[in-house]
Nanobody, 124 residues
């Protein structure tokens, strides 16, 4: 599976961005999809994930109520709608796919495929 992330950019605090992850090479179905981010000087951290069936989404506490993860298996895409952005959301955002179950969703080492990353910058 090849993943291509897009949609990053520069936005003022309080604004919104929508990131998209497009899969190619094989079907997206059967893989849970996650978004991670890495800010300068910090480790990559979990942001959000959704199972292959598009069931219950999972979010890190800092983005709950602001970010929404979704996926469309027919289109082989997974999106991250980011609202009420804050300067601390500034990071490179990566989409990833894992064949693992619930226990794999929150750990970057458990993901099998990664996109190239897209920069999100939130100005104050």
């Amino acid at each position: 599976v090849q993943l291509q992330a897009s949609g990053g950019g520069l936005v003022q605090a309080g604004g919104s961005l929508r990131l998209s992850c497009a899969a190619s090479g094989r079907t997206f179905s059967g893989y849970a999809t996650g978004w991670f981010r890495q800010a300068p000087g910090k480790e990559r951290e979990f942001v959000a994930a959704v199972t292959w069936s598009g069931g219950t989404p999972y979010y890190t506490d800092s983005v709950k109520g602001r970010f929404i993860i979704s996926r469309d298996n027919a289109k082989n895409t997974a999106d991250l709608q980011m609202n009420s952005l804050k300067p601390e959301d500034t990071a490179v955002y990566y989409c990833a796919a894992t064949s693992g179950g619930y226990g794999s969703l929150f750990w970057s080492d458990e993901y099998d495929y990664w996109g190239q990353g897209t920069q999100v910058t939130v100005s104050s």
